[in-house]
C-alpha cells in the first residue's frame, strides 16, 4: 500500500493553531491551581475566548487529536510544536479523539471543560467519561467526541472482534476515529465481501435496540472516513471503495436508508469536495438494490411507504424500476415468504406501489409550492443583517451553556414546588437528585446544593412528601456529593460552607459515613477543620454512623472514626475502640488511646486498664508509652483511676507517671487519689515503696492547695513510718 502522506496546515492556521494551545495550557494551568476569583483564571480564560473568537468566526472550528499532534481538516502542522503536542497529551489522557468549538464558546464554559480535563483520567471514566460529563456541565459550545483508542486498536483476535471494535468506533461520535492503522485495518474488511458482511452484521448486532438514526450515523461515519482515507492515500481506489460499501447498504432498512439519503449534499456527508452518500447510492449495483427491496419485504412481509421512498429516491428512472422489481421477485420468491399461497398477490402489491409510488396524495399543490420556496426565504432571512450586534448577543447568551444550566434548575425547582401528586412528585425529586449528582461530579457544587436544598424545603411543606424527601436525600448523602463537597470546601467562602452545612444536617446522619472518610484523606488544613465542625455537630446522632467505620480496609478511615467518637463523647460506643487498641497501625491505636482517655469516664478508664493488662507484645508497648507521657488536663479522671485500681507492680512506670501527672494537674480529685498512692505501700518492696510515696508526697506539695498541704501535715503525723517520713521531707522543702 502507498504510504501515508498527510498535508501540512499553511502558516497562518499553524500559528493560530499554537497559539490555541499555549492559551489552553496557561489556563488549564490556572484553573487547577487557584481559586475560582484568582486574577489568573480570568486572564488567561479571556486570552482562550478571545482566540475562539477568532477560530469560529467563519463557523464552527473542529480538531482531530491524534498521537503528538493536532488535526485541522485532516491537515497537521509541518513541524512539531510542544504545545501542541501537550494539549494532545492532555486530550487523549481524557479520551477526547475531537474537539468542536462553535460561536459562543465563552469563559465559563472554557473553565468548565478544564477543569474536566484537569481532575484525574481513572476519576472521569468512572464518573461516566468526559463525553457524559460535558453532556451535563457544558453545552452547545463544544462537541467532543470521546474514544477507547485501546479498545478500537488492539491487535487482530478474528473478524468479529475486529467488526465490533471499529464499531464501537463508528458509534462513538460524529466522527470516525482512527489512525491510519485502524483506517488499514477497515479498509481490509471492506475489500472482502464475506468479512464486510461480518461488518454490517455487527453493526447491526449493536444497534438492534438503538434508534435507526444510531445506526446510520455509524454507517455514515465508516463511509465518510473511508472516503477521506482513500482519497488521501489512494484516490485510484475511492470508486471501488464505494462500489464495496454499496454492495452491503442494502441490509439497511427502509427507514435507515431514507434517513442515509436524507444527507445527501449536507456537511455530515462531505469529504472532501465529494457527496460520499450520492456516490454511493450512484454506484449500487443492480443486485444491491434489488437486494434492499427483497429484504425490506421479507422483514415487513409486504411492501411500506417508506420502501417505495426510498427505492424511488434510489432508483429514479422508471424502466430501471421495473428491472429491479423482478430481480427482487425472485429473491423473494425463494425465501419463505414465497413459499406461501398468497404470495402472488403479495407481490402484485409490491409491483404497484413501487413502479407507481407518487407522494401526490400526502402534499397539496400549495403545501407543495410552499416547501419550493422555503429554501431560497431561508437563505433571504439569513442573509439579512438588520438586527443590532447587542440584540444578536443577547439572543447567543440566552442558549449559552451557562444559561441552560440555570433553566435545567429553574425547570426542576419549579416542578418540585407545583407538584401536588406525591408519586409523581417523589418521582420529580429522584430527577432532581439524580442530576444535583451530576451536577456534582463535573464541579457545579453551588448549583448541586440549591437542587439538594429545594428537595429538603419542598419536602418539609407537606407532610406526605416528608418520607420520600428523606430516602432521595439519604441516597443523595451516600452517594458523590458530601465526597465532592469537601474538596470544595478548601476554597469554599463561608457563605457556601454554611450551604454545605445546612444540606448535611438537612439529610441526616447518612451523610457521615462519606464525610468521615472524606476527612480521612483530606490534608488541607482548613477543609479537615469544617469537616470536623460539621460532623461533631452530629452528636449522639452520628455516633451509629462512624462505628461503621471501624473496621474499614483504610487505616486512615479507622483513625478518623476514632477521633469522631472522642468528639461526640458519651460512653456509648466505648466497646468499638477496643479492637483499636490493638490495631496493627499505631496511628490508630494512638487515636483509640487519645478518644478513651479523653472520655473521662470510668467505663472508658476500665476498657484502658483491661487493654494495658491484657494485650500483648507491640499494641501494650505503645500503650504504656502514650499513658506515661500523657500530659493533658483531660487525662486526670483516667489518671485517678489508674491510681486506685492499676496493679504497681506490673506497671511501675505508668503508676509513677500517673501521679507526676496528677501533681501538675491539681484539684480535689487528684489530690484524694495521691493520697490513697501515698498511704499504699508494699513491705515486700521496700524500694518501690519507698519511691512511690516520695512521688505522691512530691504531688501533694507542688499542687500546693490548701487541700493538698492540710493532707501532706496529716500524713507527717499519723500513718506507717514510710508515710510520716515523705511527708515531712516535702514540708520541709515548704519551709
Not at 499555549?22 to 484568582?38: E, F, I, M, Q, T
Not at 477497515?186 to 435507526?212: F, I, K, N, S, Y
Not at 413501487?354 to 407522494?359: A, V
Request: aromatic share 4%; charged share 25%.
Amino acid at each position: 500500500m502507498a504510504a501515508d502522506v498527510r498535508p501540512t496546515l499553511d502558516d497562518q492556521m499553524a500559528q493560530r493553531l499554537a497559539e490555541f494551545a499555549r492559551a489552553c495550557k496557561a489556563a488549564l494551568r490556572a484553573v487547577s491551581l487557584y481559586p475560582g476569583g484568582h486574577p489568573a483564571i480570568g486572564l488567561t480564560l479571556g486570552k482562550l475566548t478571545e482566540l475562539t473568537t477568532v477560530l469560529t468566526a467563519g463557523g464552527p472550528f473542529t480538531i482531530e487529536v491524534r498521537p503528538q499532534t493536532i488535526l485541522v481538516n485532516d491537515a497537521a502542522p509541518a513541524k512539531p510544536d510542544v504545545a501542541v503536542v501537550e494539549l494532545s497529551d492532555v486530550l487523549r489522557r481524557q479520551l477526547v479523539g475531537g474537539l468542536t468549538l462553535n460561536p459562543g464558546a465563552n469563559a465559563e464554559s472554557w473553565r468548565t471543560f478544564l477543569m474536566l480535563l484537569s481532575r484525574p483520567a481513572d476519576e472521569v471514566r468512572a464518573d461516566g467519561g468526559i463525553g457524559s460529563l460535558w453532556a451535563t456541565a457544558g453545552g452547545p459550545s463544544m462537541e467532543i467526541v470521546e474514544i477507547d483508542y485501546a479498545e478500537v486498536l488492539r491487535e487482530k483476535q478474528g473478524d468479529v472482534a475486529i467488526a465490533d471494535r471499529l464499531i464501537a468506533a463508528a458509534l462513538s461520535g460524529p466522527q470516525l476515529e482512527l489512525d491510519d492503522s485502524g483506517m488499514r485495518l477497515l479498509l481490509d474488511l471492506v475489500g472482502d465481501p464475506a468479512r464486510l458482511t461480518v461488518l454490517m452484521q455487527q453493526l447491526e448486532q449493536r444497534t438492534e435496540d438503538a434508534p435507526g438514526t444510531v445506526r446510520v450515523g455509524a454507517f455514515l461515519n465508516i463511509l465518510r472516513g473511508l472516503a477521506e482515507y482513500v482519497s488521501r492515500t489512494n484516490p485510484g481506489q475511492l470508486d471501488q471503495t464505494l462500489k464495496q460499501i454499496g454492495q452491503v447498504s442494502g441490509r439497511l432498512s427502509a427507514e435507515a436508508m431514507l434517513e442515509l439519503l436524507a444527507r445527501r449534499g449536507k456537511p455530515e456527508a462531505m469529504a472532501g469536495s465529494v457527496d460520499v452518500v450520492s456516490a454511493m447510492a450512484h454506484r449500487m449495483s443492480d443486485a444491491a438494490v434489488a437486494g434492499f427491496v427483497s429484504n425490506s419485504v421479507i422483514a415487513e412481509r409486504g411492501p411500506t411507504e417508506r420502501l417505495a421512498q426510498a427505492f424511488h429516491a434510489l432508483v429514479p428512472d422508471t424502466d430501471r424500476q421495473r428491472q429491479l422489481v423482478s430481480l427482487a421477485q425472485s429473491e423473494v420468491a425463494a425465501s419463505e415468504l414465497g413459499q406461501e399461497a398468497a404470495f402472488q398477490d403479495l407481490w402484485q402489491k409490491v409491483e404497484a406501489m413501487l413502479t407507481s409510488y407518487s407522494d401526490e396524495k400526502f402534499v397539496s399543490d400549495a403545501y407543495a409550492r410552499e416547501l419550493s420556496g422555503a429554501r431560497a426565504r431561508a437563505l433571504d432571512v439569513e442573509a439579512s443583517s438588520d438586527d443590532p450586534a447587542e440584540r444578536v448577543a443577547g439572543w447567543i447568551a440566552t442558549v449559552a451553556d451557562a444559561s441552560l444550566r440555570d433553566l435545567d434548575t429553574m425547570l426542576l425547582t419549579d416542578l418540585l414546588r407545583i407538584e401536588e401528586d406525591i408519586a409523581r412528585w417523589r418521582d420529580i425529586a429522584e430527577t432532581v437528585i439524580t442530576h444535583a449528582e451530576d451536577l456534582v461530579r463535573v464541579g457545579y457544587i453551588d448549583q448541586a446544593l440549591q437542587l439538594a436544598e429545594s428537595v429538603a424545603a419542598e419536602g418539609a411543606q407537606v407532610e406526605a412528601r416528608q418520607e420520600p424527601a428523606r430516602l432521595v436525600l439519604e441516597r443523595l448523602g451516600r452517594g458523590a456529593l458530601m465526597r465532592h463537597a469537601a474538596k470544595q470546601l478548601r476554597t469554599a467562602d463561608d457563605a457556601s460552607y454554611g450551604r454545605v452545612k445546612r444540606l448535611a444536617h438537612s439529610i441526616g446522619p447518612a451523610v457521615v459515613a462519606p464525610l468521615a472518610e472524606a476527612l480521612s484523606a483530606e490534608q488541607d488544613a482548613r477543609s479537615r477543620r469544617r469537616l470536623q465542625e460539621i460532623l461533631v455537630q452530629f452528636g449522639a446522632a452520628g455516633r451509629d454512623a462512624v462505628q461503621q467505620l471501624m473496621n474499614a480496609a483504610s487505616w486512615e478511615v479507622r483513625r478518623t472514626a476514632a477521633f469522631l467518637l472522642r468528639e461526640f463523647g458519651g460512653v456509648e460506643g466505648l466497646k468499638e475502640l477496643q479492637p483499636l487498641l490493638a490495631d496493627p497501625e499505631p496511628l490508630v491505636q494512638r487515636e483509640a488511646i487519645q478518644a478513651l482517655v479523653m472520655n473521662g469516664t470510668d467505663a472508658a478508664s476500665q476498657i484502658l486498664l483491661t487493654a494495658l493488662t491484657g494485650t500483648p507484645g507491640r499494641p501494650r508497648d505503645m500503650l504504656i508509652k502514650e499513658l506515661s507521657s500523657m500530659r493533658d488536663e483531660r487525662a486526670a479522671p483516667l489518671f485517678c483511676y489508674l491510681i486506685r485500681h492499676l496493679d504497681r507492680k506490673a506497671f511501675p512506670g505508668v503508676y509513677l507517671g500517673a501521679i507526676e501527672a496528677l501533681g501538675s494537674f491539681g484539684g480535689p480529685d487528684a489530690v484524694e487519689a495521691l493520697k490513697v498512692a501515698l498511704q499504699r505501700g508494699d513491705w515486700m518492696a521496700p524500694l518501690r515503696t519507698r519511691r512511690t510515696r516520695a512521688s505522691a508526697a512530691k504531688a501533694l506539695r507542688h499542687i500546693g492547695t490548701d487541700a493538698a498541704l492540710a493532707a501532706l501535715r496529716e500524713a507527717s503525723t499519723r500513718g506507717p513510718l514510710g508515710v510520716r517520713s515523705a511527708a515531712k521531707a516535702e514540708l520541709k522543702h515548704l519551709d
